[in-house]
């Protein structure tokens, strides 16, 4: 399911046909793999940092939300998957700064599809759970006061 995912997402990039691989996805049972998924993000998560894992909670919370169509669902989840398991078609390790830029681009791609799903909910969401992870964020209010 994970590799068809990753095709599809991969497929829509390069504007090609889908096929068959939609219905393959038809009768995945989404629950399951949102909650597998979901140890991935936290695990990925304290590692990545409050600035990369939010656009992947955002992702996250359109494809859980009832709503979201199968082949959204399944871009969606095919980016999370590939920015955060350990493989990928530019490796950091060999490629170094161009090695981030395949993750860069699946989530560019995917955002551009998805952005008018994302709630204000699901971002207050995202935030509270990053505030949790990592602490409030602080924001610098600069001083306009007149002395």
Partial sequence: M????????????FHRPLGTLLDRLKQVNWEKRFAI??????????????ATLRPLLLFYFVMIDDKTTL???ALIYGCIAYVIL????????????????????AIMFVYNRVHDKITPDMQLRADALLDEWFGPEYVCIPNTENN
């Fill in 37 to 50: 998924l979901w140890t991935y993000i936290l695990r990925y998560g304290k590692a990545a940092g409050r």
């Fill in 71 to 73: 082949l959204d669902r």
């Fill in 2 to 13: 994970l590799t068809i995912c990753i095709l599809i997402l991969l497929a829509m990039y």
């Fill in 86 to 105: 350990p493989f990928s078609l530019l490796p950091r390790a060999v490629f170094k700064v161009i090695g981030v830029l395949d993750e860069t681009a």
